[in-house]
């Protein structure tokens, strides 16, 4: 069965400080990984998905990379600001076209103005 | 039209009521997904719709009832919840094969 666990659970930066998120799976037979962001008692926001064949994947001030075979990835936000204040999960899919998303267990993420 | 909208933003019911859960999109998603979560926890999958058909059903209580009467519309009928099944339930949808699921904002449910 699929494990997805990320740290730290919780982390507080001041503005403006480049920081990395983390998230590791148990078993490296995946098709793709997929960061998202969710607000207090919203629902989730895709940020970037990275394929199984992708070493990483950029949008704006956010990088993501995958190590598929040491089941890692991580996020990296650059010039960080209030507004990143979320929580964030990564989200793996098997191989083999099911559908099912296993997601981890969230990194809280607090923006120091 | 990107959005997954869900009714309603909130629910309270007792363990006798008997209440739905909607979701809706309209953009030609034929996948179409139930996720539970509760507070500070991730998304747990409930059921996965394809192409209007149950293709996944995570081991859910029967008082949990999904429907998918067309390809726009996904339902969950609730009946004789428990307390426990207090949650955000939330909706989200994809193109089939597709990698990105698109959320909606969720229904708070509280059970009494």
């Known amino acids: 069965k699929q494990e997805v666990t990320q740290i730290p659970a919780a982390l507080s930066v001041p503005e403006g400080e480049n920081l990395v998120l983390n998230c590791s799976f148990t078993d490296s037979a995946i098709y793709n990984l997929q960061w998202f962001r969710q607000d207090p008692g919203k629902g989730l926001t895709s940020l970037l998905l990275i394929q199984s064949s992708q070493r990483e994947q950029t949008s704006g001030r956010l990088n993501a990379s995958l190590d598929k075979s040491s089941g890692r990835s991580t996020l990296y936000i650059a010039a960080s600001q209030p507004g990143d204040s979320a929580t964030y999960l990564c989200a793996v899919r098997p191989e083999g076209g099911n559908e099912k998303l296993t997601f981890g267990t969230g990194t809280r993420l607090t923006i120091i103005p | 039209d990107t959005e997954v909208t869900q009714t309603p933003k909130h629910l309270v019911m007792g363990m006798t009521n008997k209440k739905s859960l909607k979701c809706e999109q309209h953009?030609?998603?034929?996948?179409m997904y139930w996720y539970k979560q509760k507070a500070k926890k991730p998304p747990e999958l409930m059921f996965v719709?394809?192409?209007?058909?149950?293709?996944i059903n995570e081991s859910v209580p029967s008082r949990f009832s999904p429907e998918c009467p067309n390809s726009s519309l996904l339902n969950l009928h609730l009946h004789a919840l428990q307390p426990e099944d207090s949650a955000l339930y939330l909706c989200a949808s994809s193109l089939i094969g597709a990698e990105t699921q698109y959320f909606g904002p969720g229904t708070r449910l509280l059970v009494l």
């Open positions: 719709y394809s192409y209007e058909k149950l293709s």
């Open positions: 953009m030609g998603h034929r996948a």
